[in-house]
């Protein structure tokens, strides 16, 4: 009974989802019918649907975008897992700042960043080359909110002080307690903060499209103005994604996960 | 001692110097440069670019900006707020909250582009609706393409505000002990009496907080407009991209700074807003 209380239940509850369910699955549902239309009216196409392969501007673009996602994943572990292991065992002092930076880029909202990076990226683009996957530094600001609530959420949920102390003692030095005591034990905010950067990074498009790179979406847009059919069945396809992405990861992590539901301010559309 | 308390102190915070160095370069330079750009001119100090944003056009979008953000905020916070009352009576970890959760995360965080193209298959000329609507003898959907102006932008924004509201407001509503309302209504409350005066005014700060946050979030949207509106700049986000991208136009270099500026300082009030109630809210949500 307890979780009961305070919402309703039964026919009334299943008679005010209707107007909801309708309102957020027609358009997804047009999505579905309208990426498989022909062009006479008549009958049903996969055209669109194929086109996600067999268009090589759309091809080259889903294989960037995954590799932006896979270089900011591995970037932003890289950069927040360590730090915030060391902050919990060596330097509390330091959880404060670390906490405001890492949330800070849900205040500044993307289209600020692309406007004032002008200067940096020249330095990038100096050292790395004229390449879209150097914009895999500027997304692992992106995906720091999600990713730290991810990971501080499995740090609270363990004893990481004790945990190290006994490693230690028993000789193991700070790499290995690191990547071998501590990192197991948080590997489902790991694994959040990996999916949830995912979504976020397949899903960009503001930063892409003002810093003049061809990702996933500027693609979609561009493909637009031609051919609705494929933009439409890629959007689709995006968001389906998007989607198993996330109930896999609600399944993987089981039990209450926080993790899931984030308080965004969120990171694609801004 | 001194000595060695600090020798520790550095040699403590040197792990953490990379993650600094990363976050100065990518997150805190380009911030600086842009409240820098807007304000200085040739490498002297100005207040020009900040004095064009009064003119018209830019007031104007600003307006629109705020109109925009605010009507699908209240839309998008009442709504939302009914949608997590009503699936809140699930346990978290049922198939049905699962589901809902994870299509809230995905149109609220990761839409973007998808959800202009999913209104354009719906509502657009040759969408779904717009068919099956002029096929039974109905009104002309499509119109005049309102879809592309700021009317259409409500329409999508609502669509990804709604979702937004259940995620940010479903924590609040759980957090609404079973033995209040107990008490309550052992004192001989009514269901009425008990929501508007138990969990009425224990939900209002966080109620205007998700409204604070949603209003920040359509502000700063930018990837949904700017596919499904290509010319013109109705809002704020578009007007900074016209401004990035013509910036060989006389006088409107540097005009891009200034209006990311109006930007930084708009998001800022209403987070600081955000803040605050949120601080009210967790002295009993936890």
Redesign the interface.
């Known amino acids: ?9 039964g026919w009334k ?1 299943a008679l ?2 209707v107007p ?1 369910a309708a ?2 699955f ?6 579905a ?3 498989t239309r022909t062009i006479q009216g008549l009958g049903r196409t996969l055209n669109g649907w194929r086109n996600l392969i067999a268009d090589p501007q759309i091809y080259a673009a889903i294989l960037t975008s995954l590799g932006l996602a896979a270089l900011t994943v591995t970037l932003m572990l890289m ?2 897992v ?2 915030m292991i ?2 919990r065992l ?2 509390p002092w ?1 959880t404060r700042i ?1 906490e405001f ?1 890492c949330l ?17 990226y020249l330095w990038v683009v100096w050292i790395f080359g004229e390449s879209a996957l150097t914009l895999s ?2 997304y ?2 992106l995906v720091l909110p999600y990713a730290y609530r991810a990971i501080d959420g499995a740090l609270s949920s363990i004893d990481v002080k004790t945990l190290s102390e006994a490693a230690r003692s028993l000789g193991a030095g700070w790499g290995t307690t690191i990547a071998r005591i501590v990192v197991p034990n948080i590997w489902s905010g790991i694994l959040s903060a990996a999916f949830i950067s995912i ?2 990074v ?5 930063i892409a ?2 810093a003049g790179y061809q990702n996933l ?1 500027v693609v ?2 561009t493909i ?2 031609a051919d ?1 059919m494929t ?2 069945a890629a ?2 396809a ?2 389906l994604f ?2 198993v992405l ?2 896999t990861l ?2 993987l992590t ?3 996960s926080q993790t ?2 984030p ?8 | 001692m001194t000595m060695s308390f600090t020798r520790g102190s550095v040699r403590n915070a040197l792990p953490l110097v990379p993650f600094f160095i990363f976050l100065l370069i990518f997150l805190i330079i380009p911030t600086v440069s842009v409240v820098n750009g807007s304000i200085s001119q040739d490498g002297s100090y100005s207040l020009d670019k900040l004095a064009a944003l009064s003119d018209g056009a830019a007031m104007g979008a600003l307006l629109k900006s705020v109109l925009l953000s605010a009507v699908t905020a209240v839309i998008g916070a009442v709504l939302g707020a009914v949608l997590a009352w009503l699936i809140v009576s699930s346990p978290p970890t049922s198939v049905f909250r699962r589901v809902v959760t994870s299509i809230c995360s995905v149109l609220a965080q990761f839409g973007g582009v998808a959800l202009a193209f999913a209104f354009i298959a719906t509502i657009g000329y040759s969408g779904v609706l717009t068919a099956w609507s002029k096929s039974v003898g109905g009104p002309d959907l499509y119109g005049t393409g309102w879809l592309y102006s700021v009317t259409g932008l409500i329409l999508v924004y609502t669509y990804f505000q709604i979702p937004l509201m259940v995620i940010v407001f479903l924590p609040a509503l759980e957090g609404l002990r079973v033995q209040w309302r107990e008490a309550a209504v052992s004192l001989g409350a009514t269901s009425r009496q008990y929501w508007t005066q138990v969990a009425g005014p224990l939900l209002a700060p966080a109620f205007l907080g998700a409204t604070l946050l949603l209003f920040a979030n359509a502000f700063a949207a930018y990837a949904t407009a700017a596919a499904l509106v290509s010319q013109g700049n109705p809002i704020l986000p578009l007007m900074i991209r016209t401004a990035l991208t013509s910036e060989v136009v006389l006088g409107q270099a540097g005009f891009a700074y200034a209006l990311a500026f109006e930007m930084i300082i708009v998001v800022a009030i209403i987070m600081v807003g955000y803040g605050l109630l949120v601080r009210r809210t967790s002295r009993w949500l936890q």
């Open positions: 009974m307890s979780a009961t209380s305070t919402g309703p239940t509850r005010g989802l909801f309102f957020f027609l358009p997804l549902y047009a999505m019918d309208f990426s950069l927040l360590p730090t060391w902050v060596r330097a330091a670390i930076l800070l880029p849900l205040t500044i909202p993307a289209l600020v960043i692309v406007v004032g990076m002008r200067d940096v530094f500027v692992t600001i979504a976020v397949l899903g960009e498009y503001t499209s003002l979406q979609i847009v637009g103005k609705g933009a439409v959007s689709l995006t968001l998007g989607f996330l109930l609600s399944v089981r039990g209450r899931l539901t308080e965004p301010l969120d990171g694609s559309h801004s």
